[in-house]
């Protein structure tokens, strides 16, 4: 016997039993991106190389320990590990930003090599938006107030916390890396390896370290918000009115940095405490010199992502009371050569009158009795009965199977429109 072929580690198959929650959670996030006006893109899922590294930045994690890498002939290609970069070099490569504002969102599989845990996996499904072309801090309050829309349609608003910080620009960012740096060699006793080689590389990502002790150090070293130019200010304070104004709560987080170097003014997650030690559902920020960075016009760009397997995870986790579409609705049972002609022909029949009623048809052959048990299996409303003798007669028996209601003979004519009255 042949050994089984077993999933890589870290990338997961979806079953039929938990599909259904998937596609009811991305069907809200495309509903609400929607009616905010944006737009779907679809990238390629290989992008070369160099475009990871240039947009992302070479001494990231992300680019330096996480990418699937491979040779292609002479070409170096790489799994996207984020979905920014590739929508930055679509946007270039067919002009949709020269002169353009452009609000764009997309939707699929990532990729990272690293240690897989509950709601991290090696292939990972994002939700992503990006905006070009509007520099102001408008756009960014409507971002977070997106998500914050999502979040109740989700059910799960009471338990996600906005945390807010600017970055600055980048010569501000340069100015605090120096006096953090010198703050943290005088501590160096207590940053790990890790740690000390971000401190030569990407000292700000120190700032997330999950070392308590560390931590608590970190709260005397310098803030980079005493640090921002006066153009990034102000760009924040107008953000935080705008979110006053509507209502969203937030905390000024001053040791929230984002994980990619692209990133420059407004930085922003929602965390959540439900699901452990994973507690970022959604994150993002501006980016405005990506786009030049890669060689576009100078132009203006912000945007998030959010993890699909962790918002499924955190409503799974806190709501009780999501009403997920049923498989089936109808149930055709048959027996008799006439009959399953007369069975297909009308399941044809109502997926044409009815275009959202789910139709199975048996198929599988047995009697009635077998017939009815995958009929209640199914979880489907009716049963639509036919044998010879309702081929004869010309009429259908349709059996309630969810409640205590007698069956009914009609003709099959009035199947159709019983159904949709009593659905």
Same mark, same amino acid.
């Given at each position: 016997?042949?050994?089984?072929?077993?999933?890589?580690?870290?990338?997961?198959?979806?079953?039929?039993?938990?599909?259904?929650?998937?596609?009811?959670?991305?069907?809200?996030?495309?509903?609400?991106?929607?009616?905010?006006?944006?737009?779907?893109?679809?990238?390629?899922?290989?992008?070369?190389?160099?475009?990871?590294?240039?947009?992302?930045?070479?001494?990231?994690?992300?680019?330096?320990?996480?990418?699937?890498?491979?040779?292609?002939?002479?070409?170096?290609?790489?799994?996207?590990?984020?979905?920014?970069?590739?929508?930055?070099?679509?946007?270039?490569?067919?002009?949709?930003?020269?002169?353009?504002?452009?609000?764009?969102?997309?939707?699929?599989?990532?990729?990272?090599?690293?240690?897989?845990?509950?709601?991290?996996?090696?292939?990972?499904?994002?939700?992503?938006?990006?905006?070009?072309?509007?520099?102001?801090?408008?756009?960014?309050?409507?971002?977070?107030?997106?998500?914050?829309?999502?979040?109740?349609?989700?059910?799960?608003?009471?338990?996600?916390?906005?945390?807010?910080?600017?970055?600055?620009?980048?010569?501000?960012?340069?100015?605090?890396?120096?006096?953090?740096?010198?703050?943290?060699?005088?501590?160096?006793?207590?940053?790990?390896?890790?740690?000390?080689?971000?401190?030569?590389?990407?000292?700000?990502?120190?700032?997330?370290?999950?070392?308590?002790? *560390?931590? +608590?150090? %970190?709260?005397? #070293?310098?803030?980079? &918000?005493?640090?921002?130019?006066?153009? !990034?200010?102000?760009? /924040?304070?107008?953000?935080?009115?705008?979110?006053?104004?509507?209502?969203?709560?937030?905390?000024?987080?001053?040791?929230?940095?984002?994980?990619?170097?692209?990133?420059?003014?407004?930085?922003?997650?929602?965390?959540?405490?439900?699901?452990?030690?994973?507690?970022?559902?959604?994150?993002?920020?501006?980016?405005?010199?990506?786009?030049?960075?890669?060689?576009?016009?100078?132009?203006?760009?912000?945007?998030?992502?959010?993890?699909?397997?962790?918002?499924?995870?955190?409503?799974?986790?806190?709501?009780?009371?999501?009403?997920?579409?049923?498989?089936?609705?109808?149930?055709?049972?048959?027996?008799?050569?006439?009959?399953?002609?007369?069975?297909?022909? *009308?399941? +044809?029949? %109502?997926?044409? #009158?009815?275009?959202? &009623?789910?139709?199975?048809?048996?198929? !599988?052959?047995?009697? /009635?009795?077998?017939?009815?048990?995958?009929?209640?299996?199914?979880?489907?409303?009716?049963?639509?009965?036919?044998?010879?003798?309702?081929?004869?007669?010309?009429?259908?028996?349709?059996?309630?199977?969810?409640?205590?209601?007698?069956?009914?003979?009609?003709?099959?004519?009035?199947?159709?429109?019983?159904?949709?009255?009593?659905?």
């Amino acid at each position: 016997m042949a050994k089984t072929i077993q999933a890589i580690r870290g990338m997961n198959d979806c079953s039929p039993t938990e599909s259904p929650l998937w596609q009811w959670v991305e069907g809200k996030v495309r509903s609400v991106l929607q009616n905010y006006g944006y737009a779907e893109v679809r990238m390629p899922i290989v992008e070369s190389t160099p475009l990871f590294a240039r947009a992302i930045g070479e001494v990231t994690d992300v680019v330096s320990k996480e990418m699937y890498t491979f040779w292609d002939n002479d070409e170096q290609l790489t799994l996207r590990p984020e979905g920014t970069a590739g929508c930055v070099r679509a946007a270039i490569e067919h002009g949709w930003v020269y002169n353009q504002e452009q609000r764009l969102w997309y939707m699929g599989p990532m990729f990272r090599h690293e240690r897989p845990q509950k709601g991290r996996y090696r292939q990972f499904h994002q939700a992503g938006v990006e905006v070009f072309g509007i520099p102001n801090p408008e756009i960014d309050a409507e971002l977070i107030m997106l998500t914050a829309r999502l979040w109740k349609e989700l059910g799960i608003f009471e338990h996600v916390t906005l945390q807010l910080n600017s970055i600055g620009s980048l010569e501000a960012r340069q100015n605090y890396r120096s006096a953090l740096v010198a703050f943290l060699q005088q501590h160096i006793d207590l940053l790990s390896d890790e740690e000390k080689e971000r401190l030569e590389k990407n000292p700000l990502r120190i700032l997330d370290s999950k070392n308590q002790t *560390l931590q +608590e150090v %970190l709260n005397d #070293a310098p803030k980079l &918000l005493d640090y921002l130019d006066e153009e !990034s200010r102000e760009h /924040f304070a107008q953000l935080c009115a705008l979110l006053d104004a509507v209502g969203i709560q937030y905390e000024v987080n001053p040791k929230l940095v984002r994980g990619l170097d692209y990133y420059n003014k407004t930085v922003f997650e929602w965390v959540t405490s439900a699901l452990g030690a994973q507690g970022t559902v959604c994150g993002g920020g501006r980016y405005d010199g990506l786009v030049e960075q890669l060689g576009g016009h100078p132009t203006t760009g912000v945007g998030f992502a959010m993890g699909l397997e962790r918002l499924v995870l955190l409503v799974q986790e806190v709501n009780a009371h999501i009403n997920l579409p049923k498989a089936v609705d109808v149930y055709m049972v048959y027996q008799g050569e006439g009959a399953t002609l007369a069975a297909f022909k *009308l399941a +044809e029949e %109502l997926r044409s #009158a009815l275009p959202q &009623l789910r139709v199975m048809t048996h198929c !599988s052959g047995g009697n /009635f009795k077998k017939q009815f048990k995958r009929a209640d299996k199914s979880g489907a409303t009716f049963a639509l009965v036919i044998g010879e003798s309702e081929v004869q007669n010309q009429q259908v028996v349709i059996k309630h199977l969810l409640d205590d209601v007698e069956q009914q003979t009609l003709p099959i004519n009035q199947v159709a429109q019983y159904i949709q009255q009593n659905s």
